[in-house]
């Protein structure tokens, strides 16, 4: 049993997936700090100087207007804090788009460049890939250079000439 939770823990998926899972945790940590310490204080003094984290609405009638969500929380009172969902909502948002490009980038880097010559070619006998400047196809023996041979076929057929590479008897 150990034998086998050793290859699994050293195989490379399972390595690379957590690599990645302590650098996404990393980068969320970063993210939030962005939207907590960077983005949130300007907002909310565009706002009125409000803080988003306070934002809920009550659901108790004891709460007296003007009570934090930290003291409301802390004397038990039901609310639906709203704010901090926003804020989730804005780190969402922004690990998401931070996400997309990313993939974006590394899907620009997997794409070939469209100035790269083909380097193979159909065999216009078979369908088989071939190198491009091959002469004869190594899969049907056609010849590339010249175009396929055609041959009589008897009267009463209904065509009356066939290419030689389909009559193979």
């Not at 050293?10 to 957590?18: E, F, M, R, S, T």
Request: net charge positive.
């Amino acid at each position: 049993m150990w034998k086998e939770f050793k290859e699994f823990a050293v195989k490379g998926n399972a390595i690379d997936l957590a690599i990645g899972v302590i650098i996404g945790a990393a980068f969320g940590k970063i993210v939030t700090s962005i939207v907590e310490d960077l983005l949130m204080p300007p907002l909310g003094r565009v706002l009125g100087n409000l803080n988003f984290a306070d934002y809920y609405i009550p659901l108790s009638d004891k709460i007296t207007p003007g009570m934090s969500l930290d003291a409301a929380k802390k004397a038990g009172f039901p609310v639906f804090a709203y704010g901090n969902f926003i804020t989730v909502l804005i780190n969402f948002l922004i690990v998401a788009f931070c996400i997309f490009l990313v993939v974006k980038a590394i899907n620009k880097l997997k794409r070939p460049s469209p100035s790269a010559a083909p380097v193979a070619k159909d065999c216009p006998a078979c369908a088989m890939s071939i190198p491009i400047k091959a002469t004869r196809c190594p899969h049907c023996t056609s010849d590339l250079e010249r175009p396929p041979a055609r041959r009589w076929i008897e009267p009463g057929s209904s065509t009356r000439w066939q290419d030689r590479r389909q009559c193979r008897n």
